[in-house]
């Protein structure tokens, strides 16, 4: 399929829409209401830096929405707006994070239901009106709901769409994609979608399997095996490895990033020569500037002498989940928490382990001096952020307001 003309014709169609509705005004307040917060621009406007009693509480110099997220809450609260009595369907989760969904669905938004390991584009009426999520659908969703006669909305972040131009560049060019990413995660989904050949890489050691067998060949039955749904229909790792191109979902850290791409980089270098290393290798920068800011910061955060710190946003957010591997790094106490209902007492925390798995810890909160670090990720609202600090600083009665 091509997909550039595709998305050429789409964006020429009546029933597509990219921009808002000219409602912005109209929904801002709304918007402040429901997710801004007096007390996190206090401590902002204070250094990032909050002192109650013997608590003090150290926020991450970047950190909750990001522009995009903004851009893509804003666009579906508008699309409400403009179609008050609209059946008004999102693809996904518009962001990650629990209390901005829930508000969508109190604005009856209503979410495409899985069914059988796949969502169900069955109830999706001609004419009803369908948001793409700031993450993104994939070719074959856009696709298919344009056939249906949709509306559609497309509030994806323009630095997934980066991302969807660098793997056609690679497709264009017969390149692989070699996507650093979660293969089951929405914008990875997406994003190979408009791919031609792929593989997607979670972390640097399924890199590093990859680049022995670029060097050193191996058991194609069990490379095949190892990435089985994370690859393109019909790959052939003795073929379709000898030129490639780097792509990443946008929400993946930095820094393993950046490694897996200086490693292929060396890879064809050394395989290649530098005379040829141009036919068999291109990389383009598709690192979001929101999530390196926020895992900037973490790092800025770390730094600080701190007891422990709260990891704020979605358990299914990718980029959240990323931040607090920065904390675990540092072997500082991190508890990440969607939600101020996780916080059961001063002695009970439910939280996700970076495993993906819940657990609940006991004595988290020490009585004495205490400085907690907070960041989240950028799909959360400063909102929840405040709601979680208040519930910290109300467990000490010499810190609470």
Not at 76 to 91: N, V
Not at 92 to 114: D, G, K, Y
Not at 250 to 278: C, D, H, V, W
């Amino acid at each position: 399929m091509d997909t550039k003309a595709f998305k050429r014709s789409l964006n020429h169609s009546d029933n597509y829409h990219r921009k808002g509705f000219g409602h912005q005004a109209e929904v801002a307040t709304q918007l402040e209401s429901e997710y801004q917060s007096g007390l996190i621009q206090q401590i902002r406007d204070n250094n990032y830096t909050l002192t109650r009693g013997n608590v003090t509480i150290r926020l991450a110099q970047s950190f909750g929405f990001c522009w995009g997220v903004e851009r893509a809450v804003a666009m579906a609260y508008e699309t409400r707006k403009h179609f008050p009595t609209k059946k008004i369907w999102i693809t996904n989760e518009i962001i990650h994070n629990p209390s901005v969904n829930q508000h969508l669905r109190e604005m009856e938004v209503a979410f495409i239901q899985i069914k059988d390991g796949n969502k169900d584009f069955s109830i999706v009426e001609f004419g009803d009106v369908v948001i793409l999520p700031a993450f993104g659908a994939s070719v074959q969703e856009m696709q298919l709901l344009n056939d249906k006669g949709c509306t559609i909305v497309d509030t994806t972040c323009p630095w997934v769409s980066k991302v969807w131009n660098t793997v056609e560049k690679h497709k264009k060019r017969e390149y692989t994609s070699i996507i650093h990413g979660k293969y089951k995660h929405e914008e990875t989904i997406a994003t190979s979608s408009f791919a031609g050949k792929y593989l997607i890489l979670l972390n640097l050691e399924e890199a590093e399997y990859v680049i022995n067998y670029i060097l050193n060949s191996g058991q194609k039955e069990e490379f095949l095996a190892k990435f089985s749904g994370a690859c393109s229909v019909g790959f052939d790792p003795d073929t379709d490895l000898i030129r490639v191109g780097i792509a990443n979902q946008t929400t993946m850290l930095k820094s393993e990033t950046e490694q897996i791409g200086k490693l292929f980089e060396r890879t064809m270098m050394q395989k290649y020569s530098p005379a040829n290393f141009n036919e068999h290798f291109q990389s383009f920068n598709t690192i979001c500037d929101a999530t390196q800011e926020r895992q900037d910061a973490m790092f800025e955060l770390v730094d600080n002498q701190l007891d422990l710190i709260l990891v704020i946003g979605g358990f299914n957010s990718s980029n959240t989940s990323h931040l607090q591997e920065i904390a675990e790094e540092y072997q500082i106490p991190s508890y990440h928490i969607d939600c101020v209902e996780r916080i059961k007492s001063k002695t009970q925390i439910e939280h996700r382990q970076l495993d993906g798995s819940l657990t609940v810890t006991e004595n988290w909160l020490p009585s004495n001096e205490l400085v907690v670090g907070v960041t989240s990720g950028a799909s959360t609202p400063d909102k929840v952020v405040e709601d979680i600090i208040e519930a910290v600083l109300a467990f000490n009665p010499h810190s609470a307001a």
